[in-house]
């Protein structure tokens, strides 16, 4: 039984998905227990509606990265002194 090594050594956890910075999904490669990070932090199993979560959270991480990057060429005092 796998879960019997989990049991006495613990969760073998590893990081399956990058959520954002701090928030990340892991499996356990022994039982493939899912945790995920919560708005606190901590480590909490992941339920579908944590998953739900972690999807909006993605696509707002990525939504705000891209507009960062795509912003920072620009330099307001050029647009100023344009004319
Ligand atoms: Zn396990």
Known sequence: MKHIQCK???H???ITRHV????????CKTCRK???TNG???LTELTPKFKEINDVLERIHK??????LKGRP????LLVFSH
């Open 20 to 27: 954002t910075h701090y928030v990340k999904e892991y499996t």
């Open 40 to 42: 606190n932090g901590t």
């Open 12 to 14: 073998d956890y590893e």
């Open 74 to 77: 620009v330099n307001p005092e």
């Open 63 to 68: 939504k705000k990265h891209r507009i960062r």
């Open 8 to 10: 006495m050594f613990g």
């Open 34 to 36: 899912e945790l995920t």
